[in-house]
């Protein structure tokens, strides 16, 4: 049995759970979520737990199992805390500023770059810090969007500048100057 896929999900309070065959609907403070799953699982609701239980031992089955539990806890969590990624600008002259709702990047090239939220998302800047917030209920499309967000100035090996996750390392490259003292 799944190590994942046999533990319960807690149900905080303010967070109701509707099953309606495969399909889970989870709503609570923040957003509602729906998510269908295979029919080969289903869903038992005790109390403030669910469990997600599978019929055989089937290769598939297994498979979805542990995927199935962990996304309902990221549905749960979603739909009471909350999400959030942090992006860090690192270069001479790149900021990040928010203009109503949509995020306005200055990140080298000629024109600013402006990214539109998607509905359950918004972002934050900390213009000081120089550090973007990605917040939302849907783990998914928080993670989709902060890798977009990346993905318009990733960070380069020489210099290190770019748009990158917090905590994240980027290796660097010797120049051509580390080149000519290797060859001697």
Known sequence: MSRIGRMPVKIPA???????????????????????????????????????????????????HGMARAIVQNMVT???????????????GYRAELKGGDLVLSVGFSHPVTVKPPAGISFTVDEKARLIKVLGFDREQVGQMAADIRHIRPPEPYKGKGLRYVGEHVRRKAGKAGKAAAAK
């Not at 065959?21 to 269908?36: I, M, N, Y």
């Not at 005790?46 to 031992?57: F, G, H, I, Q």
């Not at 979603?78 to 001479?92: A, C, M, N, P, R």
């Open 14 to 64: 303010g967070v109701q759970i509707q099953i309606d065959g495969t399909t889970v609907k989870v709503r609570g403070p923040k957003g509602e979520l729906s998510r269908t799953f295979p029919a080969v699982l289903s869903f038992e609701r005790e109390a403030d737990t669910l469990k997600v239980k599978r019929s055989s031992d089937d290769r598939k089955e297994r498979a979805s």
């Open 78 to 92: 979603g739909v009471s805390t909350g999400f959030q990624k942090d992006l860090q600008i690192e270069g001479v």
